[in-house]
């Protein structure tokens, strides 16, 4: 199984310069992998870091949006991909990172960890474009088509712990990174 | 006679959907993110929904909506939620940390679904309804009420005010608005 940071290289390999909306473990790993003020990084919680996105992507359907999801969030916010796959926005990817625990709370495990199937559950929401990744080969090979920009697309990110970079709960819901993503966005 | 002259008058006094979506568009509302409700659907989610100039944006659950119109604010989309209080209340979490918290314009309708006509809020029979002023109050949220045709007024300026100020407002809708 490939590791977060690993998989997070990837991404960011291909997607430099874009906005992302990371949450809480991937939130912290992201932003020491990838800084940058496109960082969207103060969602609340519950879950909301999709929505977020939706928004974004909604507001300015000329740039993509990549959300960094975990798997304890999107199970508080599972309508959201409903919500989404109506919408149907082009410009969105939705990557959850699956390590089947609640990594920043306790490492306690998600309900039917070893049941459920984000894809799955994506994919009969109405997402036309699903991916399960647990091999980083396999994600490198794909990453260009998943930010291809042709459709709603969902991807799960079968993961372990990688190199873990400092939780830094401050900035995540600071006015400094808040006023940095809205200057950004406004120049882009 | 007597029938069509107080049906007359009431619809005169009464809270119109077209006047709360012409000062929506005086607003530059360009999105009305909602979940349905029994007070605001007829006269106003349905009307939305078949306006060119307004997108609707429907949304499972209340608290995708603030997220939403917090995202579409950073880009200087300006968007409306349009919500019941039990949506409201289930919504609360978001609310203060996005809206108030990260100090945001988050502007929201809320219908009060089972409110009386003739009773102040305070007075209502419905614990829910009840409570949504001492709760904006104690959040420290700016908010208004919608009952009647003149209280449609102030709805540009409180849009205008929450975006310059950067702080939501909620309007809290007593009456259904009429549909024509």
């Given amino acids: 199984m490939m590791k977060r940071d690993e998989a997070l290289k990837v991404l960011a390999e291909r997607y430099p310069e874009g906005i992302v909306v990371p949450v809480f473990q991937s939130a912290f790993d992201w932003m020491g992998i990838r800084p940058h003020p496109l960082n969207y990084v103060c969602t609340g919680a519950m879950g909301q870091a999709s929505s977020h996105a939706l928004g974004l992507a909604l507001a300015r359907p000329d740039k993509m949006v990549a959300i960094l999801d975990g798997d304890g969030s999107l199970l508080m916010n599972l309508g959201g991909l409903v919500t989404a796959a109506n919408l149907a926005p082009k410009n969105l990817v939705h990557f959850v990172s699956f390590n089947k625990i609640y990594e920043v709370n306790g490492r306690y495990p998600i309900p039917a960890a070893d049941q459920i199937d984000f894809s799955g559950i994506a994919k009969a929401a109405g997402y036309p474009r699903t991916f399960t990744f647990s091999n980083l080969a396999a994600f490198a090979d794909a990453i260009d088509e998943i930010l291809d920009g042709s459709m709603l697309t969902f991807v799960t990110l079968e993961v372990k712990e990688g190199e873990m970079y400092p939780r830094d709960f401050t900035k995540l819901h600071s006015a400094d990174a808040r006023e940095a993503f809205r200057n950004a966005i406004r120049q882009n | ?180």
């Avoid at chain 2, 009431?10 to 000062?23: K, P, T």
């Avoid at chain 2, 709760?135 to 007024?153: N, P, Q, S, V, Y």
Wanted: aromatic letters at 4%; one cysteine or more.
């Fill in chain 2, 1 to 180: 006679m007597v029938t069509v002259s107080a049906k007359s008058k009431l619809h005169e006094s009464g809270l119109a959907g077209v006047e709360i979506i012409d000062q929506l568009r005086r607003s530059k509302i360009e999105f009305v993110v909602a979940v349905p409700d029994i007070v605001t659907c007829d006269g106003l989610l349905w009307p939305l929904t078949n306006a060119a100039d307004i997108t609707v944006v429907p949304v499972c659950k209340e608290d995708e909506g603030v997220s939403i119109c917090a995202a579409m604010s950073y880009c200087d989309r300006r968007a409306l939620l349009l919500i019941q209080h039990t949506g409201f209340l289930d919504s609360i979490n978001a609310i203060r940390a996005i809206a108030v918290e990260y100090e945001l314009p988050i502007c929201i309708m809320v219908g009060l679904q089972g409110m009386e006509p003739d009773r102040k809020l305070k007075d209502s029979d419905s614990y829910g309804i009840r409570i949504m002023e001492p709760i904006l109050d104690a959040m420290g949220i700016d908010h208004g009420t919608l009952r009647e045709a003149e209280d449609a007024k102030m709805i540009t300026a409180a849009i205008d005010g929450a975006y310059t100020k950067s702080r939501p407002f909620v309007f809290l809708i007593g009456n259904s608005p009429s549909s024509s």
